[in-house]
């Protein structure tokens, strides 16, 4: 055991460093996928993956927290390690037709999601967002969803929006767990 930890490259943590989920998500960057899980139509009974999601446990939705109106979700093709959204569990397209209920949430859940990220990864940044429709770059346009992706300085496996990474499920797992152990309380 001894021989076979020193054999091993010796580990730099610390302020700058490249932190857990970056270290987790480093295998896989090269990784991309084919586009699956895409709704084949714009009803909620198209095979909306946002839409199937709360149906299923909470590991194996890869969910992280669920509000009265939003739940907050890992994305199983991260632009960087910890990538989460927020999605209302209504199945709606456009922000402007969010109810207030649903609006409050949604945006109480993405400072939640900030809290959570900063204390299991050291976040140093976020990139948040909505794409609004297809052509502006929602793979999902039917349902809308809040990227809250976290950055940190001199990150180098932050992948451009045209290549998505696929992951691990274990990896996966692993980071679903830990956000889910430090997600704020109301
Ligand atoms: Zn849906």
Known sequence: MLARMSSEPEQQIGVGSPDAFQRLWTPHRMAYIQGENKPSGPGAGDNCPFC???A????????????????????????????????PF??????????????????DYTKRAMGALRAASGAQGFN???????????????????HIVPRWGG??????VVGHTKVLPQLLADTRRMLAEVWPAA
């Open 52 to 54: 199937a999601i709360p």
């Open 56 to 87: 299923k446990s909470d590991e194996d939705g890869l969910v992280v927290a669920r509000g009265e109106q939003v739940y907050a979700v890992l994305n199983l093709y991260p632009y960087n390690g910890g990538h989460l959204m927020v999605v």
């Open 90 to 107: 209504r199945h709606v397209a456009d922000y402007t037709d969010l109810t207030d209920e649903e609006t409050a949430e949604l945006a």
């Open 155 to 160: 990150d180098t496996n932050f992948m451009p």
């Open 128 to 146: 948040i967002g909505m794409n609004q429709g297809a052509v502006a770059g929602a793979g999902i346009a039917a349902h809308l969803h809040q």
